[in-house]
């Protein structure tokens, strides 16, 4: 259950991960950071500055309570004493996410202050019209004959400045600063440690599609160094293997064919005139099917590697093909849509498509027809048959080699490589073979391949 929602959370590229986990790393350092500075450093130090405006607050108090009536009236004029609050002033720091933090140390320093202070000194924040703070003083002791007791009044005292959370803001942008460089140092790093895996790649893919790469540079670090090292030594091992084969291969067909045609030569000049040739027919047949098993293990063992790809039109070489059956008595039905150029090799390709034809004919035997159509990153080719033979899942497991279905019993002189072979050349190409079961009945088999680039 875990590993379905990570998977489906994280991201799907290595260079993603490695910057989201580099971000998740930073972000939580500099949570941590600024939480024990608050706590630790800042949160104190708010808490003496309020301590010590709030002894200032009631020496003020005292002061003013001792004040001789005259002079006092005269010193709270000056200092712009009110008995009424302005509407701006407030108990707590109105919520803002942009201010959060000097929010934080109001709160802290406002908490503080009224914890030193008398329960009957009340302290309001003003932020409009400029930071100032307002304290409720005592009520001045009622003069003598006074009608009344005179009312508390409220006085504006400045904001120290560990109270206003000024200082913080400098080092918190210059971390939030150091946090975004650490990041994008992070993906400068990813960036330079990729690089080698996406040439890996491409000479990986390069190599599967029967190509040399070039051989891979080890000047990197250690350990992509020897990633590196390892496919180039991989590379050169198949380059020798696929050599060594090329000669077993050549070695093979010589050695074979040179006792099939002696032996063919000796039939012949044994056979005396007049005499009974259905055995010398015979003969020759097992001998065509020795060479035709031969020619297949030679075509799937090379399958064209080594053939270089150019451009070409498909639905020529379908039309060559569909003329030279129709020469021997094999009409295959043409619905060509026009189709861009397609990078193939040439001899490889034919060699697929004259196994599929042939294939429809042996196995189909009715409503022979090719047909082809393009998308916009594809080209197909469907040769279709009416036969009612292998289904499309039974298709599919006749692509690995030495297959052979259940209607190829009546068939001699196959080894179950004809499939085998136009999958392969068709990986050879960028692309793949797909079964479908043919409207009104009977089988197409599709050759997708990728559209030419540009």
């Known amino acids: 259950m875990t590993r379905p929602l990570l998977r489906g959370v994280l991201p799907r590229t290595l260079l993603a991960r490695n910057i989201a986990l580099l971000i998740a790393l930073v972000v939580l350092s500099q949570v941590c950071s600024l939480g024990v500075l608050l706590h630790y450093v800042q949160r104190p130090r708010v808490e003496r500055a309020a301590a010590v405006f709030a002894t200032y607050v009631t020496t003020l108090d005292s002061l003013l309570q001792s004040t001789p009536a005259g002079a006092r009236d005269a010193l709270t004029a000056r200092l712009d004493t009110r008995t009424r609050l302005p509407d701006s002033a407030q108990a707590e720091p109105p919520p803002s996410v942009l201010r959060a933090y000097r929010n934080y140390q109001r709160k802290v320093f406002l908490d503080s202050l009224r914890k030193h202070l008398p329960a009957d000194m009340e302290a309001r924040w003003q932020t409009e019209g400029g930071q100032r703070l307002w304290i409720r003083l005592h009520a001045p002791a009622a003069a003598s004959g006074a009608a009344a007791p005179r009312a508390p009044y409220w006085i504006a005292l400045p904001i120290p400045e560990d109270a206003q959370g000024n200082g913080l803001d400098a080092a ?38 029967g190509e040399t790469p070039p051989p891979l540079p080890t000047d990197g670090p250690v350990e992509i160094a020897a990633v590196s090292s390892a496919f180039n030594q991989m590379t050169e091992a198949l380059k020798q293997a696929e050599a060594t084969r090329a000669l077993m291969l050549a070695g093979i067909s010589h050695d074979i064919r040179t006792p099939l045609t002696k032996l063919r030569l000796s039939m012949a000049m044994a056979m005396p005139d007049g005499s009974d040739s259905s055995f010398a027919v015979a003969a020759e047949s097992y001998l065509d099917q020795i060479e035709t098993i031969l020619q297949q293990f030679m075509d799937y063992a090379g399958s064209g590697e080594r053939e270089p790809a150019e451009p070409g039109d498909l639905n020529a070489l379908v039309e060559r093909l569909a003329g030279d059956f129709a020469g021997l008595g094999h009409e295959f039905e043409l619905s060509l849509a026009r189709l861009p150029l397609v990078d193939y090799r040439p001899v490889s390709m034919m060699r697929l498509l004259m196994n599929l034809m042939q294939n429809a004919i042996v196995y189909g035997g009715s409503g022979l027809a090719v047909r082809s159509w393009a998308t916009h990153d594809a080209v197909y080719v469907a040769v279709g048959d009416r036969g009612k033979g292998l289904s499309a899942e039974e298709l599919e497991q006749l692509k690995a080699p030495f297959q052979r279905g259940r209607n190829a019993r009546a068939h001699s002189g196959g080894t179950g490589l004809g499939l085998a072979i136009v999958e392969r050349i068709a990986r050879l190409h960028g692309g793949r073979v797909e079964f479908h079961a043919r409207e009104g009945g009977g089988l197409e088999v599709w050759v997708v391949l990728p559209a030419r680039a540009g």
């Open 172 to 209: 918190i942008l210059l971390s939030l600063g150091l946090a975004a460089l650490a990041a994008l140092t992070g993906y400068a790093i990813q960036l330079h440690l990729n690089r080698p895996l996406q040439e890996l790649t491409h000479a990986a893919r390069r190599l599967s599609a």
